[in-house]
């Protein structure tokens, strides 16, 4: 079943724009993660944010989480035309944490 | 550093062929997981495998099966192929103790026609 939800399901922006995307869940959740996959390649993993955790940073991105809400969302400053790329979100589930639950994602599109 | 390797990294098989993806994973890595992910779709997780068991089992069709070996590669074997099998599929791995951070292969993309 899809836990994730992925909102907007698209964004097209300029470069050097924030691109803001959102997340929401359904079940309760260990850790939220963020990845990135360029058009029909692998999937990269952008970050981590854990239950207890509200905030996070790693260089140009900002992860928040807010468990009432059971919603994400990824903060990408700055933007640029090589951010171009579907974003997703993934969550895993207590206690086996043993499958990550994938959103269905947001394609990013950074115009130069 | 050292990374998950899939092969063959493209696939074309007609309808009701067999077609077999392997999956190595990260030295070290002992659990490794199998997700398809459909043209548009979202990754779907498929199954998984801790020291050679099935640990979960997600939205495997009967028709699949897979297993792991005693130097922790992988195998996904899928039998009478459909057209709807055509996806990307990508195995992950991860420790046992930081099952959460599960690092992807570059995926092998089946064509079914």
């Known amino acids: 079943s899809q836990q994730g939800e992925e909102d907007p399901q698209a964004l097209s922006i300029q470069e050097g724009e924030n691109a803001t995307m959102n997340c929401s869940y359904k079940?309760?959740?260990?850790?939220l993660q963020w990845y990135r996959q360029n058009s029909g390649r692998g999937l990269v993993h952008l970050i981590l944010i854990r239950s207890n955790e509200r905030e996070k940073h790693s260089g140009r991105l900002r992860v928040t989480l807010d468990t009432s809400k059971k919603s994400s969302s990824l903060l990408i400053t700055a933007s640029r035309a090589a951010d171009t790329a579907s974003y997703f979100c993934a969550t895993d589930d207590p206690p086996s944490a043993r499958q990550l639950t994938f959103g269905s994602g947001t394609q990013l599109t950074v115009l130069p | 550093a050292a990374g998950v390797i899939q092969s063959p990294r493209h696939l074309i098989k007609e309808k009701r062929e067999t077609a077999t993806l392997k999956c190595y994973p990260i030295?070290?890595?002992?659990?490794v997981y199998w997700y398809q992910q459909g043209p548009g779709q979202d990754p779907q997780f498929l199954i998984s495998?801790?020291?050679?068991?099935?640990?979960d089992k997600g939205s495997i069709p009967d028709r699949f099966s897979a297993q792991q070996f005693s130097d922790y590669h992988s195998e996904l074997n899928m039998s009478s192929l459909e057209l709807g099998d055509s996806a990307l599929y990508f195995c992950?791995?991860?420790?046992?103790?930081?099952?959460?951070?599960?690092?992807f292969g570059p995926g092998t993309r089946l064509t079914v026609t």
């Open positions: 992950a791995s991860s420790s046992s103790d930081r099952t959460y951070e599960q690092y």
């Open positions: 079940t309760s959740i260990n850790n």
């Open positions: 495998f801790y020291e050679k068991m099935q640990s």
């Open positions: 030295p070290r890595h002992d659990t």
